[in-house]
T-cell receptor, first 115, second 109 residues
Framework: EPEVTQTPSHQVTQMGQEVILRCVPI?????FYWYRQILGQKVEFLVS????????KSEIFDDQFSVERPDGSNFTLKIRSTKLEDSAMYFC?????????????FGPGTRLTVT | QKEVEQNSGPLSVPEGAIASLNCTYS??????FFWYRQYSGKSPELIMS????GDKEDGRFTAQLNKASQYVSLLIRDSQPSDSATYLC?????????FGPGTRLSVLP
C-alpha cells in the first residue's frame, strides 16, 4: 500500500543552524502539507502546497520557513536559523483526487531537537 | 481562528465496551470531518471521514455528524486494548485542516 515517507526520522541540530526535512508523498497525490506537533500538544498546520506553490500557510509559517518540491517526488521543509522552540515532531501529509480527495495520509514524522 | 474542541480525557472503558468520543467545532460552514488515531510517538492515522449528517459505519467504528449542533462523534464498539491511543478530530478549513487537541482513550483488559 502506498505511503508517505519522511527522512530523517530524528534530526538534532544546534540553535541557529538550518535544517531540511524531507518527504516523499504518495505518488498520485496532488496536495502536500507540513504539520508540527510539539510534545504533548495538538497537531498544528504549517503550510499546504498545490500545483508547485503554497496554497495556504499559518501564522507559524513565517520567513524562517520555506517549502520546495525540487523534483517530481520530494517535498521539503527548510527551517532557517533554528530556535529552541522549533523542537517538535514535523509531519508531512498528502492527499489525492477522486472520492477520497479530502483524506490526508501522514508520514511517520521527523523528530527535530534543537539544542 | 477556527476551533475544534475535544475532551482531553483520559477516557477509560473496559474491554468489550463502547467508547464514545466527542468533538465540537466553531465554524458552522465546515463540511468535511475526520477522525485520526495517534499512538504515542507515532503519526496520526486516518480512521474515518464523514461529510453528511447522520451515521457512517466502518467495521467497529461509527462516525456521527450533526451539523446543526456543530458536533461530530466517534463510537468504537467492542473496544480492545489495542484501541488505546489518542483520537484526533479534524475539520477541513479551506486547504487547511484544523485539529482538535485529542482525547486519550484507555481500554482496560
Amino acid at each position: 500500500e502506498p505511503e508517505v515517507t519522511q527522512t530523517p526520522s530524528h534530526q538534532v541540530t544546534q540553535m541557529g543552524q538550518e535544517v531540511i526535512l524531507r518527504c516523499v508523498p504518495i505518488s498520485n497525490h496532488l496536495y502536500f502539507y507540513w504539520y508540527r506537533q510539539i510534545l504533548g500538544q495538538k497537531v498544528e498546520f504549517l503550510v499546504s502546497f498545490y500545483n508547485n506553490e503554497i496554497s495556504e500557510k499559518s501564522e507559524i509559517f513565517d520567513d524562517q520557513f520555506s517549502v520546495e518540491r525540487p523534483d517530481g517526488s520530494n517535498f521539503t521543509l527548510k527551517i532557517r536559523s533554528t530556535k529552541l522552540e522549533d523542537s517538535a515532531m514535523y509531519f508531512c501529509a498528502s492527499r489525492g483526487t477522486g472520492t477520497s480527495v479530502y483524506e490526508q495520509y501522514f508520514g511517520p514524522g521527523t523528530r527535530l531537537t534543537v539544542t | 481562528q477556527k476551533e475544534v474542541e475535544q475532551n482531553s480525557g483520559p477516557l477509560s472503558v473496559p474491554e468489550g465496551a463502547i467508547a464514545s468520543l466527542n468533538c465540537t467545532y466553531s465554524d458552522r460552514g465546515s463540511q468535511s470531518f475526520f477522525w485520526y488515531r495517534q499512538y504515542s510517538g507515532k503519526s496520526p492515522e486516518l480512521i474515518m471521514s464523514i461529510y453528511s449528517n447522520g451515521d457512517k459505519e466502518d467495521g467497529r467504528f461509527t462516525a456521527q455528524l450533526n451539523k446543526a449542533s456543530q458536533y461530530v462523534s466517534l463510537l468504537i464498539r467492542d473496544s480492545q486494548p489495542s484501541d488505546s491511543a489518542t483520537y484526533l478530530c479534524a475539520v477541513k478549513d479551506g486547504q487547511n485542516f484544523v485539529f482538535g487537541p485529542g482525547t486519550r482513550l484507555s481500554v482496560l483488559p
